[in-house]
Protein backbone atom coordinates (compact mmCIF):
# COMPACT_ATOMS: atom_id res chain seq x y z
CA UNK A 1 0.00 0.00 0.00
CA UNK A 2 0.94 3.41 -1.01
CA UNK A 3 0.14 4.40 2.71
CA UNK A 4 2.55 2.42 5.40
CA UNK A 5 0.71 -0.07 7.42
CA UNK A 6 3.25 0.50 10.26
CA UNK A 7 4.72 3.85 11.22
CA UNK A 8 7.16 4.34 14.26
CA UNK A 9 8.61 7.25 15.46
CA UNK A 10 10.14 7.83 19.14
CA UNK A 11 10.02 12.07 19.82
CA UNK A 12 12.29 12.70 22.96
CA UNK A 13 10.16 15.29 25.44
CA UNK A 14 11.90 18.57 25.19
CA UNK A 15 12.66 19.33 29.08
CA UNK A 16 14.96 22.75 27.77
CA UNK A 17 13.06 25.87 28.76
CA UNK A 18 11.81 28.24 26.13
CA UNK A 19 14.71 29.98 24.14
CA UNK A 20 15.70 33.83 25.60
CA UNK A 21 14.34 35.24 22.50
CA UNK A 22 10.98 33.95 23.04
CA UNK A 23 8.54 36.59 22.37
CA UNK A 24 4.44 37.45 20.97
CA UNK A 25 4.00 36.72 17.33
CA UNK A 26 0.93 38.54 15.79
CA UNK A 27 -0.75 36.92 12.87
CA UNK A 28 -3.35 38.41 10.16
CA UNK A 29 -5.91 36.40 8.69
CA UNK A 30 -7.83 36.73 5.69
CA UNK A 31 -10.76 34.10 7.20
CA UNK A 32 -11.14 33.99 10.40
CA UNK A 33 -12.15 30.24 12.49
CA UNK A 34 -15.84 30.65 13.19
CA UNK A 35 -15.25 28.73 16.58
CA UNK A 36 -12.64 26.76 19.36
CA UNK A 37 -14.68 24.04 18.83
CA UNK A 38 -11.94 21.36 16.80
CA UNK A 39 -15.11 19.05 15.81
CA UNK A 40 -17.76 22.34 14.98
CA UNK A 41 -16.87 22.36 11.33
CA UNK A 42 -14.64 20.80 9.35
CA UNK A 43 -13.13 24.13 7.55
CA UNK A 44 -9.53 25.02 6.46
CA UNK A 45 -8.74 27.68 9.44
CA UNK A 46 -11.10 26.29 12.48
CA UNK A 47 -8.81 23.16 11.62
CA UNK A 48 -6.00 24.94 11.71
CA UNK A 49 -6.52 26.87 14.89
CA UNK A 50 -7.83 23.69 16.24
CA UNK A 51 -4.18 22.32 15.30
CA UNK A 52 -2.38 24.49 17.69
CA UNK A 53 -4.58 23.67 20.71
CA UNK A 54 -5.79 20.06 20.24
CA UNK A 55 -3.51 17.07 18.59
CA UNK A 56 -4.67 14.00 16.49
CA UNK A 57 -3.58 10.68 16.90
CA UNK A 58 -1.62 11.72 13.34
CA UNK A 59 -0.40 14.48 12.09
CA UNK A 60 0.30 15.83 8.61
CA UNK A 61 3.74 17.94 8.07
CA UNK A 62 3.97 21.28 5.35
CA UNK A 63 3.56 18.82 2.21
CA UNK A 64 0.58 16.55 4.02
CA UNK A 65 3.26 13.91 4.82
CA UNK A 66 1.46 11.35 7.45
CA UNK A 67 3.63 11.83 10.68
CA UNK A 68 2.86 10.46 14.09
CA UNK A 69 1.30 12.86 16.85
CA UNK A 70 -0.44 11.45 20.05
CA UNK A 71 -0.06 7.60 18.10
CA UNK A 72 3.64 6.51 17.70
CA UNK A 73 2.80 4.36 15.38
CA UNK A 74 -0.53 2.06 14.06
CA UNK A 75 -0.65 -1.54 12.25
CA UNK A 76 -3.75 -2.43 10.02
CA UNK A 77 -4.52 -6.33 9.52
CA UNK A 78 -5.27 -5.60 6.40
CA UNK A 79 -8.48 -5.54 6.15
CA UNK A 80 -10.94 -3.74 8.55
CA UNK A 81 -8.43 -3.59 12.25
CA UNK A 82 -5.87 -1.03 12.90
CA UNK A 83 -3.86 -0.96 15.98
CA UNK A 84 -2.62 2.53 17.61
CA UNK A 85 0.17 2.74 19.62
CA UNK A 86 -0.19 6.03 21.84
CA UNK A 87 2.12 7.84 22.98
CA UNK A 88 3.20 8.22 27.22
CA UNK A 89 3.85 10.86 29.57
CA UNK A 90 1.35 13.18 27.42
CA UNK A 91 -0.52 15.54 29.71
CA UNK A 92 -3.52 17.88 28.54
CA UNK A 93 -2.87 21.71 29.16
CA UNK A 94 -5.48 20.88 32.65
CA UNK A 95 -2.74 18.72 33.68
CA UNK A 96 -4.86 15.17 33.28
CA UNK A 97 -2.79 12.38 31.65
CA UNK A 98 -3.84 11.27 28.13
CA UNK A 99 -5.05 7.69 27.73
CA UNK A 100 -6.99 6.03 25.48
CA UNK A 101 -10.26 6.82 27.41
CA UNK A 102 -9.75 10.19 25.86
CA UNK A 103 -10.21 8.98 22.52
CA UNK A 104 -13.16 7.06 23.23
CA UNK A 105 -14.71 9.79 24.46
CA UNK A 106 -13.62 12.26 21.21
CA UNK A 107 -15.11 9.84 18.75
CA UNK A 108 -18.37 9.74 20.77
CA UNK A 109 -18.32 13.20 20.74
CA UNK A 110 -18.07 13.47 16.90
CA UNK A 111 -21.37 11.54 16.74
CA UNK A 112 -22.87 13.20 19.91
CA UNK A 113 -22.70 17.39 18.42
CA UNK A 114 -25.79 18.77 18.08
CA UNK A 115 -23.92 21.64 16.99
CA UNK A 116 -21.90 20.61 14.06
CA UNK A 117 -22.00 21.81 10.78
CA UNK A 118 -22.95 19.15 8.10
CA UNK A 119 -22.06 16.44 10.82
CA UNK A 120 -18.15 17.37 10.44
CA UNK A 121 -15.57 14.27 11.56
CA UNK A 122 -18.90 12.00 11.68
CA UNK A 123 -18.28 10.62 8.38
CA UNK A 124 -14.85 9.38 9.91
CA UNK A 125 -16.19 8.09 12.92
CA UNK A 126 -19.49 6.86 11.46
CA UNK A 127 -17.85 3.97 10.06
CA UNK A 128 -16.42 2.83 13.14
CA UNK A 129 -17.91 -0.82 14.24
CA UNK A 130 -15.66 -0.40 17.39
CA UNK A 131 -13.01 1.26 19.62
CA UNK A 132 -11.35 -0.78 22.18
CA UNK A 133 -8.73 0.14 24.42
CA UNK A 134 -7.14 -3.19 25.67
CA UNK A 135 -4.86 -0.91 28.16
CA UNK A 136 -4.31 2.61 28.58
CA UNK A 137 -2.13 3.49 25.43
CA UNK A 138 -3.45 0.75 22.60
CA UNK A 139 -6.01 1.52 21.20
CA UNK A 140 -8.05 -0.52 18.47
CA UNK A 141 -10.72 0.61 16.06
CA UNK A 142 -12.27 -2.02 13.72
CA UNK A 143 -13.94 -0.40 10.63
CA UNK A 144 -17.41 -1.34 9.09
CA UNK A 145 -15.64 -1.33 6.02
CA UNK A 146 -12.15 -1.30 4.71
CA UNK A 147 -11.06 2.21 5.41
CA UNK A 148 -7.40 2.86 3.47
CA UNK A 149 -6.69 6.21 4.62
CA UNK A 150 -8.03 5.79 8.41
CA UNK A 151 -4.80 7.27 10.02
CA UNK A 152 -4.84 10.53 7.26
CA UNK A 153 -8.36 11.25 8.06
CA UNK A 154 -7.68 11.18 12.02
CA UNK A 155 -4.92 13.97 11.56
CA UNK A 156 -7.99 16.43 11.96
CA UNK A 157 -9.66 14.90 14.81
CA UNK A 158 -8.63 16.85 17.63
CA UNK A 159 -8.59 15.02 20.70
CA UNK A 160 -10.45 16.09 23.91
CA UNK A 161 -10.07 15.42 27.52
CA UNK A 162 -12.75 13.23 28.85
CA UNK A 163 -12.40 15.15 32.09
CA UNK A 164 -14.09 18.30 30.50
CA UNK A 165 -17.93 16.17 31.72
CA UNK A 166 -18.50 13.59 34.16
CA UNK A 167 -18.86 10.32 32.95
CA UNK A 168 -18.48 6.56 34.12
CA UNK A 169 -16.35 3.95 32.39
CA UNK A 170 -16.47 5.28 28.80
CA UNK A 171 -17.12 2.73 25.73
CA UNK A 172 -17.52 3.42 22.34
CA UNK A 173 -21.45 2.75 22.32
CA UNK A 174 -22.68 5.69 20.76
CA UNK A 175 -26.71 4.25 21.03
CA UNK A 176 -25.73 4.31 24.88
CA UNK A 177 -24.27 7.75 25.33
CA UNK A 178 -20.77 5.91 25.36
CA UNK A 179 -20.67 5.85 29.40
CA UNK A 180 -21.23 10.14 29.54
CA UNK A 181 -23.67 11.10 32.34
CA UNK A 182 -23.13 14.57 32.36
CA UNK A 183 -24.19 17.12 28.92
CA UNK A 184 -21.99 16.30 25.51
CA UNK A 185 -20.56 20.14 25.07
CA UNK A 186 -21.84 22.36 22.30
CA UNK A 187 -20.27 25.07 20.47
CA UNK A 188 -19.76 27.74 22.85
CA UNK A 189 -18.61 25.90 25.83
CA UNK A 190 -15.05 25.77 23.91
CA UNK A 191 -15.85 29.53 22.29
CA UNK A 192 -15.48 31.06 26.04
CA UNK A 193 -12.33 29.02 26.68
CA UNK A 194 -14.17 26.53 29.17
CA UNK A 195 -13.62 23.31 27.93
CA UNK A 196 -10.68 24.14 25.26
CA UNK A 197 -7.99 21.89 27.05
CA UNK A 198 -6.09 20.21 24.47
CA UNK A 199 -2.33 18.35 24.55
CA UNK A 200 -1.08 21.08 21.37
CA UNK A 201 1.53 23.59 21.70
CA UNK A 202 -0.43 26.46 22.89
CA UNK A 203 -3.24 26.79 25.21
CA UNK A 204 -6.14 29.29 24.76
CA UNK A 205 -6.28 32.36 26.29
CA UNK A 206 -9.34 34.40 24.24
CA UNK A 207 -11.28 34.49 21.58
CA UNK A 208 -13.22 37.56 20.60
CA UNK A 209 -15.08 37.05 17.18
CA UNK A 210 -14.27 39.78 14.46
CA UNK A 211 -11.54 41.20 17.05
CA UNK A 212 -8.79 38.68 17.80
CA UNK A 213 -8.14 35.26 18.97
CA UNK A 214 -5.14 34.97 21.70
CA UNK A 215 -3.32 31.96 22.61
CA UNK A 216 -0.62 31.20 25.22
CA UNK A 217 2.59 28.39 24.82
CA UNK A 218 1.73 25.05 26.67
CA UNK A 219 4.68 25.19 29.07
CA UNK A 220 3.86 21.18 29.32
CA UNK A 221 3.54 19.83 25.57
CA UNK A 222 4.93 16.84 24.86
CA UNK A 223 6.92 18.42 21.96
CA UNK A 224 9.70 20.94 21.60
CA UNK A 225 9.05 23.63 22.82
CA UNK A 226 7.73 26.69 20.34
CA UNK A 227 9.35 29.93 20.06
CA UNK A 228 6.62 31.87 20.85
CA UNK A 229 5.25 32.73 24.56
CA UNK A 230 1.92 34.14 22.78
CA UNK A 231 0.30 34.27 19.82
CA UNK A 232 -2.03 36.42 18.34
CA UNK A 233 -5.00 35.93 15.67
CA UNK A 234 -6.03 39.01 14.04
CA UNK A 235 -9.13 38.85 11.59
CA UNK A 236 -8.42 41.80 8.39
CA UNK A 237 -11.17 40.50 5.68
CA UNK A 238 -9.36 42.86 3.60
CA UNK A 239 -6.09 42.07 1.59
CA UNK A 240 -4.81 45.67 1.31
CA UNK A 241 -5.60 46.43 5.13
CA UNK A 242 -3.75 42.92 5.72
CA UNK A 243 -0.67 44.16 3.43
CA UNK A 244 -0.60 47.95 5.20
CA UNK A 245 -0.64 46.27 8.66
CA UNK A 246 2.54 44.56 7.89
CA UNK A 247 4.40 47.04 6.20
CA UNK A 248 3.35 49.28 9.26
CA UNK A 249 4.97 46.51 11.66
CA UNK A 250 1.31 45.98 12.96
CA UNK A 251 1.51 42.23 12.24
CA UNK A 252 4.35 39.39 11.57
CA UNK A 253 2.64 37.57 9.47
CA UNK A 254 -0.40 37.90 7.06
CA UNK A 255 -2.18 35.57 4.76
CA UNK A 256 -2.88 35.61 1.19
CA UNK A 257 -1.68 39.38 0.39
CA UNK A 258 -3.01 40.11 -3.64
CA UNK A 259 -0.55 39.09 -5.65
CA UNK A 260 -0.62 42.24 -7.60
CA UNK A 261 0.12 43.58 -4.56
CA UNK A 262 3.91 41.70 -3.84
CA UNK A 263 5.40 44.18 -5.97
CA UNK A 264 5.93 46.63 -2.76
CA UNK A 265 7.32 44.07 -0.95
CA UNK A 266 9.24 42.25 -3.46
CA UNK A 267 12.41 43.91 -3.55
CA UNK A 268 12.34 45.42 0.22
CA UNK A 269 14.78 43.36 2.15
CA UNK A 270 12.45 43.90 5.25
CA UNK A 271 9.86 41.35 4.32
CA UNK A 272 9.73 37.90 2.76
CA UNK A 273 6.78 35.84 0.98
CA UNK A 274 6.09 32.77 -0.10
CA UNK A 275 3.72 30.81 -2.64
CA UNK A 276 2.67 27.30 -2.43
CA UNK A 277 0.24 25.55 -4.74
CA UNK A 278 -2.24 23.89 -2.89
CA UNK A 279 -4.71 20.71 -3.04
CA UNK A 280 -7.81 23.72 -2.73
CA UNK A 281 -10.22 23.74 -5.64
CA UNK A 282 -12.68 26.63 -6.27
CA UNK A 283 -16.26 25.22 -7.51
CA UNK A 284 -19.59 25.90 -7.96
CA UNK A 285 -22.61 23.24 -6.87
CA UNK A 286 -25.64 23.14 -8.64
CA UNK A 287 -29.07 22.23 -7.39
CA UNK A 288 -30.14 19.60 -9.97
CA UNK A 289 -32.36 17.67 -7.79
CA UNK A 290 -35.68 19.38 -6.84
CA UNK A 291 -38.24 20.66 -9.22
CA UNK A 292 -38.29 24.18 -7.70
CA UNK A 293 -35.35 25.95 -6.77
CA UNK A 294 -35.24 28.46 -4.63
CA UNK A 295 -33.01 30.98 -6.51
CA UNK A 296 -34.30 30.01 -10.01
CA UNK A 297 -36.48 31.73 -12.31
CA UNK A 298 -37.35 30.28 -16.04
CA UNK A 299 -40.33 30.96 -18.24
CA UNK A 300 -41.69 27.55 -18.39
CA UNK A 301 -41.80 26.93 -14.40
CA UNK A 302 -38.90 24.70 -14.34
CA UNK A 303 -35.49 24.13 -12.90
CA UNK A 304 -33.67 24.37 -15.70
CA UNK A 305 -30.42 23.13 -13.71
CA UNK A 306 -31.79 19.85 -13.74
CA UNK A 307 -30.78 19.48 -17.50
CA UNK A 308 -27.65 18.22 -18.35
CA UNK A 309 -27.38 20.49 -20.99
CA UNK A 310 -27.85 23.39 -19.37
CA UNK A 311 -24.55 22.35 -16.64
CA UNK A 312 -22.67 21.99 -19.43
CA UNK A 313 -23.15 25.24 -21.03
CA UNK A 314 -22.64 26.57 -17.62
CA UNK A 315 -19.51 25.33 -17.62
CA UNK A 316 -18.65 26.50 -21.41
CA UNK A 317 -19.68 30.04 -20.30
CA UNK A 318 -16.96 30.34 -17.91
CA UNK A 319 -13.53 31.82 -19.04
CA UNK A 320 -11.17 30.00 -16.40
CA UNK A 321 -7.79 31.15 -18.06
CA UNK A 322 -9.20 34.64 -17.56
CA UNK A 323 -10.29 34.50 -13.71
CA UNK A 324 -7.22 32.80 -12.88
CA UNK A 325 -5.12 35.75 -14.72
CA UNK A 326 -7.27 38.72 -14.18
CA UNK A 327 -8.23 37.69 -10.96
CA UNK A 328 -6.43 35.81 -9.29
CA UNK A 329 -3.13 37.39 -10.52
CA UNK A 330 -1.47 34.09 -11.90
CA UNK A 331 -1.47 32.64 -8.22
CA UNK A 332 -4.22 29.85 -9.32
CA UNK A 333 -4.09 27.15 -11.57
CA UNK A 334 -7.77 26.63 -13.73
CA UNK A 335 -8.91 23.21 -12.96
CA UNK A 336 -10.03 20.43 -15.08
CA UNK A 337 -10.62 18.27 -12.62
CA UNK A 338 -11.26 18.45 -8.49
CA UNK A 339 -7.49 17.34 -7.29
CA UNK A 340 -4.49 18.83 -9.56
CA UNK A 341 -3.70 16.15 -12.08
CA UNK A 342 -0.73 14.02 -10.86
CA UNK A 343 -2.05 13.45 -7.39
CA UNK A 344 -3.40 9.97 -6.63
CA UNK A 345 -6.52 8.62 -8.02
CA UNK A 346 -6.87 11.65 -10.55
CA UNK A 347 -7.37 11.44 -14.23
CA UNK A 348 -3.66 11.09 -15.28
CA UNK A 349 -4.75 14.08 -18.45
CA UNK A 350 -8.30 15.42 -17.90
CA UNK A 351 -9.72 17.30 -21.11
CA UNK A 352 -9.32 20.90 -20.98
CA UNK A 353 -12.71 22.52 -19.76
CA UNK A 354 -12.94 24.82 -22.83
CA UNK A 355 -14.90 28.28 -22.86
CA UNK A 356 -16.94 28.25 -26.12
CA UNK A 357 -19.78 30.81 -25.27
CA UNK A 358 -21.47 30.21 -28.70
CA UNK A 359 -21.56 26.27 -28.07
CA UNK A 360 -23.49 27.55 -24.37
CA UNK A 361 -26.33 29.13 -26.33
CA UNK A 362 -26.66 26.40 -28.62
CA UNK A 363 -27.09 24.14 -25.65
CA UNK A 364 -28.91 26.70 -23.98
CA UNK A 365 -31.61 26.75 -27.11
CA UNK A 366 -31.54 22.66 -27.18
CA UNK A 367 -32.63 22.76 -23.86
CA UNK A 368 -35.82 24.56 -24.26
CA UNK A 369 -33.89 27.96 -23.05
CA UNK A 370 -33.17 29.72 -25.59
CA UNK A 371 -34.21 33.19 -24.02
CA UNK A 372 -32.40 31.99 -20.80
CA UNK A 373 -33.30 32.40 -17.34
CA UNK A 374 -32.82 34.15 -14.23
CA UNK A 375 -30.39 32.51 -11.39
CA UNK A 376 -28.64 33.55 -7.80
CA UNK A 377 -25.21 32.87 -7.38
CA UNK A 378 -24.53 32.36 -3.91
CA UNK A 379 -20.88 33.18 -2.66
CA UNK A 380 -19.18 34.01 0.50
CA UNK A 381 -17.04 37.28 0.73
CA UNK A 382 -14.38 35.98 3.47
CA UNK A 383 -13.23 32.75 3.11
CA UNK A 384 -11.76 31.81 0.10
CA UNK A 385 -9.03 33.82 -1.95
CA UNK A 386 -11.26 36.87 -4.06
CA UNK A 387 -14.02 34.68 -3.49
CA UNK A 388 -16.97 37.34 -4.33
CA UNK A 389 -14.99 38.86 -6.91
CA UNK A 390 -14.74 35.32 -8.77
CA UNK A 391 -18.49 34.59 -8.56
CA UNK A 392 -19.01 38.53 -9.80
CA UNK A 393 -17.08 37.35 -12.87
CA UNK A 394 -19.17 34.05 -13.38
CA UNK A 395 -22.41 35.86 -12.64
CA UNK A 396 -21.09 38.24 -16.10
CA UNK A 397 -19.73 35.25 -17.72
CA UNK A 398 -23.44 33.54 -17.46
CA UNK A 399 -25.04 36.69 -18.58
CA UNK A 400 -22.92 37.28 -21.91
CA UNK A 401 -24.47 33.47 -22.86
CA UNK A 402 -28.35 34.52 -21.91
CA UNK A 403 -28.77 32.94 -18.27
CA UNK A 404 -29.29 36.25 -16.32
CA UNK A 405 -26.90 35.47 -12.75
CA UNK A 406 -27.42 38.18 -9.99
CA UNK A 407 -24.46 37.58 -6.84
CA UNK A 408 -25.28 36.93 -2.81
CA UNK A 409 -22.55 37.48 -0.95
CA UNK A 410 -22.27 37.17 2.51
CA UNK A 411 -19.76 36.35 5.46
CA UNK A 412 -19.25 32.69 5.76
CA UNK A 413 -21.04 32.49 9.07
CA UNK A 414 -24.32 33.16 7.38
CA UNK A 415 -23.30 31.15 4.59
CA UNK A 416 -22.04 27.86 5.19
CA UNK A 417 -25.24 26.94 7.63
CA UNK A 418 -27.46 28.19 5.06
CA UNK A 419 -25.93 26.19 2.27
CA UNK A 420 -26.10 22.82 4.81
CA UNK A 421 -29.67 23.67 4.68
CA UNK A 422 -29.93 23.66 1.20
CA UNK A 423 -30.83 26.90 0.66
CA UNK A 424 -29.12 27.97 -2.27
CA UNK A 425 -29.42 27.36 -5.92
CA UNK A 426 -25.87 27.62 -7.26
CA UNK A 427 -23.41 27.94 -4.32
CA UNK A 428 -19.73 28.48 -4.50
CA UNK A 429 -17.51 26.23 -2.42
CA UNK A 430 -13.85 25.13 -2.40
CA UNK A 431 -12.58 21.83 -0.74
CA UNK A 432 -8.95 20.93 -0.09
CA UNK A 433 -7.95 17.06 -0.05
CA UNK A 434 -7.12 16.06 3.72
CA UNK A 435 -5.78 12.66 2.25
CA UNK A 436 -3.99 13.83 -0.77
CA UNK A 437 -5.74 11.70 -3.19
CA UNK A 438 -9.09 11.95 -5.16
CA UNK A 439 -11.18 10.23 -2.64
CA UNK A 440 -11.21 13.29 -0.34
CA UNK A 441 -13.88 15.29 -2.28
CA UNK A 442 -15.46 12.41 -4.39
CA UNK A 443 -16.35 10.87 -1.34
CA UNK A 444 -17.97 14.08 0.65
CA UNK A 445 -19.75 16.21 -1.96
CA UNK A 446 -20.97 14.16 -5.01
CA UNK A 447 -21.88 10.60 -3.26
CA UNK A 448 -25.62 9.89 -2.30
CA UNK A 449 -25.67 10.73 1.75
CA UNK A 450 -25.84 7.29 3.73
CA UNK A 451 -27.63 7.48 6.98
CA UNK A 452 -23.94 7.24 8.76
CA UNK A 453 -23.11 10.26 7.22
CA UNK A 454 -19.64 8.53 6.05
CA UNK A 455 -19.94 9.44 2.73
CA UNK A 456 -22.02 12.47 0.87
CA UNK A 457 -21.72 14.50 4.21
CA UNK A 458 -21.61 17.57 1.75
CA UNK A 459 -24.05 16.59 -1.34
CA UNK A 460 -26.08 19.59 -0.86
CA UNK A 461 -27.41 19.63 -4.67
CA UNK A 462 -29.08 16.56 -4.70
CA UNK A 463 -26.15 14.54 -7.23
CA UNK A 464 -27.39 11.36 -6.86
CA UNK A 465 -25.85 8.67 -9.79
CA UNK A 466 -25.89 4.66 -8.27
CA UNK A 467 -23.27 3.70 -10.66
CA UNK A 468 -21.02 6.65 -9.18
CA UNK A 469 -22.04 5.21 -5.78
CA UNK A 470 -21.11 1.66 -6.51
CA UNK A 471 -17.38 3.09 -7.74
CA UNK A 472 -16.96 5.69 -4.77
CA UNK A 473 -17.94 3.13 -2.27
CA UNK A 474 -15.89 0.49 -3.69
CA UNK A 475 -12.59 3.18 -4.30
CA UNK A 476 -13.10 4.03 -0.47
CA UNK A 477 -13.02 0.56 0.95
CA UNK A 478 -10.09 -1.07 -1.42
CA UNK A 479 -6.65 -1.34 0.24
CA UNK A 480 -5.11 -2.34 -3.37
CA UNK A 481 -3.50 1.19 -4.33
CA UNK A 482 -3.78 0.64 -8.17
CA UNK A 483 -7.22 -0.72 -7.94
CA UNK A 484 -8.21 1.70 -6.00
CA UNK A 485 -6.69 4.65 -8.35
CA UNK A 486 -8.72 2.92 -10.95
CA UNK A 487 -11.81 3.16 -9.23
CA UNK A 488 -11.19 6.74 -8.55
CA UNK A 489 -10.12 7.53 -11.98
CA UNK A 490 -13.57 6.50 -13.17
CA UNK A 491 -15.93 8.04 -10.19
CA UNK A 492 -14.08 11.42 -10.91
CA UNK A 493 -14.90 11.07 -15.25
CA UNK A 494 -18.24 10.07 -14.06
CA UNK A 495 -19.14 13.12 -12.04
CA UNK A 496 -16.95 15.74 -13.89
CA UNK A 497 -19.71 14.56 -17.10
CA UNK A 498 -22.28 15.24 -15.06
CA UNK A 499 -21.29 19.15 -14.68
CA UNK A 500 -23.54 19.10 -11.11
CA UNK A 501 -19.89 20.33 -9.93
CA UNK A 502 -18.20 22.65 -12.19
CA UNK A 503 -14.55 23.90 -11.19
CA UNK A 504 -12.68 26.74 -11.45
CA UNK A 505 -9.44 26.91 -10.74
CA UNK A 506 -7.11 25.47 -7.89
CA UNK A 507 -5.89 28.00 -5.41
CA UNK A 508 -2.32 29.20 -4.42
CA UNK A 509 -1.70 30.32 -0.80
CA UNK A 510 0.47 33.41 -0.62
CA UNK A 511 2.27 34.74 3.12
CA UNK A 512 3.96 37.48 3.14
CA UNK A 513 6.46 38.41 6.51
CA UNK A 514 8.61 40.29 8.46
CA UNK A 515 12.53 39.53 7.22
CA UNK A 516 13.32 38.32 11.29
CA UNK A 517 11.04 35.57 10.77
CA UNK A 518 10.98 32.79 7.99
CA UNK A 519 7.54 30.92 7.27
CA UNK A 520 6.71 27.25 5.90
CA UNK A 521 3.75 27.50 3.52
CA UNK A 522 1.84 24.75 3.35
CA UNK A 523 -0.03 22.61 0.66
CA UNK A 524 -3.46 22.16 3.07
CA UNK A 525 -3.15 26.32 3.38
CA UNK A 526 -3.11 25.81 6.92
CA UNK A 527 -1.66 29.11 8.69
CA UNK A 528 -0.48 27.92 11.78
CA UNK A 529 2.34 29.84 14.08
CA UNK A 530 4.39 26.44 14.30
CA UNK A 531 5.13 27.45 10.90
CA UNK A 532 6.70 30.84 11.78
CA UNK A 533 10.39 30.38 12.96
CA UNK A 534 12.70 33.53 14.14
CA UNK A 535 15.41 34.19 11.46
CA UNK A 536 19.08 33.07 12.25
Known sequence: M???????????TCL????????????????????????????????????????????????QKLVPALATSWENDGKTRWTFKLREGVKFSNGKPFTADDVIFTFCRTLKNETAIAGSFADITGNFASVEAPDAHTLVITTKTPDPLLPNFLSSVGILSASIIPHDKLTFEPAKN????????????????????????????????????????????WGPAEPWASVRFVPVPNAGPRLAGLLAGDYDVIENPAARDLGRIKDDKRFGHVITPSTRVIYFQLDMARDASPFVKAENGKNPLKDPRVRQAMSLAIDRDAIVKRIMDGAAEPAYQFLPTGMFGTLPNPPALRYDPAAAKKLLSEAGYPNGFQVTLSTTNDRYINDSQITQAVAQYLTQVGIRADVDAMARTLYFPRRSKKEFSVALGGWGSTSGEASSFLRQWPATPDEAQTIGGSNYGGYSDPEYDKLIRAAISTL????????????????????????????STVWAYKANVNYIGRTDQFTMAMSVKPAK
Not at 27 to 54: K, M, R
Not at 179 to 189: K, N, R
Open 2 to 12: RTPLMFAFVAG
Open 16 to 63: LSAPAWAQSLRIALGSEPTAIDPHYHDLTPNNALAAHIFDGLTSQDEK
Open 178 to 221: CGVTGTWPVVGDFNDGKLAVGTGPYKFKSYVRGTAIELERNESY
Open 480 to 507: DDAKRSELLQQAGARVLESNAFIPLHFE
